[in-house]
Nanobody
C-alpha cells in the first residue's frame, strides 16, 4: 500500500513562508509525478502545482505563480513546496498526490489523474 505523508504545515502571519514536504512511505518519488492540491473550507479542491518525473517541468496555478516553488529533494526523497508571501487566501489543507510518471512528460494538473494521496497538512495564514 503506497502512502504519502505531508509535513511542514502550520500557522504563519501574512507575508510569511512555509515549506511543505511530501514523502512516500515505501519508495522514492523520483520516478513519480507529484502534484500539490489544497482545499479551503467550503471550497472545491484546487490544483496548486505539480512537477514532472521525466523532465522536471513544473506547473503553477495563477493564484500562486511567483510565490510558490515546487522542487525535488533527491537527498531526502521528497517533493517540496516552498510557499512565500503567504496571505489568508492561502489558508487550506494541502495535499500531495503522486502517479508513476515515466511514461509522460507534462505533470498532471487534475486530481483524478493521480493514484496516491496523502492525508493533508493544515496551513493557516493569519492577517
Amino acid at each position: 500500500q503506497v502512502q504519502l505523508v505531508e509535513s511542514g504545515g502550520g500557522l504563519v502571519q501574512t507575508g510569511g513562508s512555509l515549506r511543505l514536504s511530501c514523502a512516500a512511505s515505501s519508495f522514492s518519488l523520483r520516478d513519480y509525478a507529484v502534484g500539490w492540491f489544497r482545499q479551503a473550507p467550503g471550497k472545491e479542491r484546487e490544483g496548486v502545482s505539480c512537477i514532472s518525473a521525466t523532465d522536471g517541468s513544473t506547473y503553477y496555478s495563477d493564484s500562486v505563480k511567483g510565490r510558490f516553488t515546487i522542487s525535488r529533494d533527491n537527498t531526502k526523497h521528497t517533493v517540496d513546496l516552498l510557499m512565500n508571501d503567504l496571505n489568508p487566501e492561502d489558508t487550506a489543507v494541502y495535499y500531495c498526490a503522486s502517479r508513476y510518471g515515466m511514461t509522460f512528460f507534462t505533470c498532471p494538473k487534475a486530481g483524478y489523474e493521480y493514484d496516491y494521496w496523502g492525508q493533508g497538512t493544515q496551513v493557516t495564514v493569519s492577517s
